[in-house]
Nanobody
Framework: QVQLVESGGGWVQPGGSLRLSCAASGSIRSIDYMGWYRQAPGKQREFVAVIFSGGNTDYVDSVKGRFTISRDNAKNTVYLQMNSLKPEDTAAYYC?????????????WGQGTQVTVSS
């Protein structure tokens, strides 16, 4: 079994910053990528950012220049530094990873952490 546990969500005023963390644990041989998705009320879950094992990253256009994804491979942890937050960033943020566990490749999701941006 592999688990992802997110932390770091909360409430912040527009223009503020938050840092999300997601730690993977369990029977892990390797992690191909770790990323973040978000889902606002009444909307579909959308891709936010991803970091691959080699360090390459990708972002949805709406967060480029404001969010930075990084990864600590030794700790199997991914971070999302969110700056210049806007009310439209309000959503539940979910961590996602593709993990090699034993001989199986697993797609794993975290339970989500709420981010609220309002004045």
């Amino acid at each position: 079994q592999v688990q992802l546990v997110e932390s770091g969500g909360g409430w912040v005023q527009p223009g503020g910053s938050l840092r999300l963390s997601c730690a993977a644990s369990g029977s892990i041989r390797s992690i191909d990528y770790m990323g973040w998705y978000r889902q606002a009320p009444g909307k579909q879950r959308e891709f936010v950012a991803v970091i691959f094992s080699g360090g390459n990253t990708d972002y949805v256009d709406s967060v480029k220049g404001r969010f930075t994804i990084s990864r600590d491979n030794a700790k199997n942890t991914v971070y999302l530094q969110m700056n210049s937050l806007k009310p439209e960033d309000t959503a539940a943020y979910y961590c996602n990873a593709e993990v090699l566990s034993g001989s199986r490749k697993l797609g794993v999701w975290g339970q989500g952490t709420q981010v609220t941006v309002s004045s």
